[in-house]
C-alpha cells in the first residue's frame, strides 16, 4: 500500500533555530505539494512542484521558508529562523501524472517555542 | 480570489441520523471540486473529485454532489466510524494549476 512518508513526524525547537522537514512521495508521482495546517488558517498551499521543477511557492514566506527537491524521491521544506508563528502541522502531498488527486502524507507537528 | 466556505463548522448526529454538510465555493472557473476525511493526528484522505454540474460520486454510505456554487456530502444511515473531519477543497482553471484551495471543515460525530 503506497504511501507519502514524512519525517520527522513531531519536532519541538526554540525561537531562531533551523528546521528541516522531509518527506517521501509516492513513488512515481511527478507532482509534490507542501501545505500548513493551522487551527485559525485551516489547509494553506506553500509551494508544490512538478519533475522536480518549482511551480508555484506563492504562499510560502520568502525570507525564511524554502522548498527544494534534490531528486524525486525526497522533498524538503526549510525554515530559517523559526519562529512561534510557524507552529503548525505541515503536510506533503502527491500526486501522479494525468490526475487532479492528491494523496497525503501524515503530516509533521512543529512547535516553536 | 478562490474562496471555499463550509457549514455546519460541527454536526453532532445519532448513529442511523442522515444529514448533508454543505461546500459553497466561489472561483473564476472551477477545474474540480474535491473531498477529504481528516481523522485527528492524520493527513487527509481523498474521497471524491467532482468536476461538472449535476455530477455525482458514491462510497458505501457516502455521497457527493456538486452545482454551479456549492456541493454537498450527503451521509446515509451514519456510523460511529464515519466521525471526522470533512474538507472541501476547490481547483480553479487553467487545467495543469493543480493548487487546491480548502474550506475550514465541518466536523462530524456520530454517537452510538
Known amino acids: 500500500d503506497a504511501r507519502v512518508t514524512q519525517t520527522p513526524r513531531h519536532k519541538v525547537t526554540e525561537m531562531g533555530q533551523e528546521v528541516t522537514m522531509r518527506c517521501q512521495p509516492i513513488?512515481?508521482?511527478?507532482?509534490v505539494f507542501w501545505y500548513r495546517q493551522t487551527m485559525m488558517q485551516g489547509l494553506e498551499l506553500l509551494a508544490y512542484f512538478r519533475n522536480r521543477a518549482p511551480l508555484d511557492d506563492s504562499g510560502m514566506p520568502k525570507d525564511r521558508f524554502s522548498a527544494e527537491m534534490p531528486d524525486a524521491t525526497l522533498a524538503t521544506l526549510k525554515i530559517q529562523p523559526s519562529e512561534p508563528r510557524d507552529s503548525a502541522v505541515y503536510f506533503c502531498?502527491?500526486?501522479?501524472?494525468?490526475?487532479?488527486?492528491?494523496?497525503f502524507g501524515p503530516g509533521t507537528r512543529l512547535t516553536v517555542l | 480570489e478562490d474562496q471555499v466556505t463550509q457549514s455546519p463548522e460541527a454536526l453532532r448526529l445519532q448513529e442511523g441520523e442522515s444529514s448533508s454538510l454543505n461546500c459553497s465555493y466561489t472561483?473564476?472557473?472551477?477545474?474540480?471540486l474535491f473531498w477529504y476525511r481528516q481523522d485527528p493526528g492524520k493527513g487527509p484522505e481523498f474521497l471524491f473529485t467532482l468536476y461538472s454540474a449535476g455530477e455525482e460520486k458514491e462510497k458505501e454510505r457516502l455521497k457527493a454532489t456538486l452545482t454551479k456554487k456549492e456541493s454537498f456530502l450527503h451521509i446515509t444511515a451514519p456510523k460511529p466510524e464515519d466521525s471526522a473531519t470533512y474538507l472541501c477543497a476547490v481547483q480553479a482553471l487553467p487545467q495543469g494549476a493543480q493548487k487546491l484551495v480548502f474550506g475550514q471543515g465541518t466536523r462530524l460525530t456520530i454517537n452510538p
Open positions: 472561483v473564476s472557473g472551477l477545474r474540480g
Open positions: 502531498a502527491s500526486g501522479p501524472t494525468g490526475t487532479d488527486t492528491q494523496y
Open positions: 513513488l512515481g508521482h511527478n507532482t
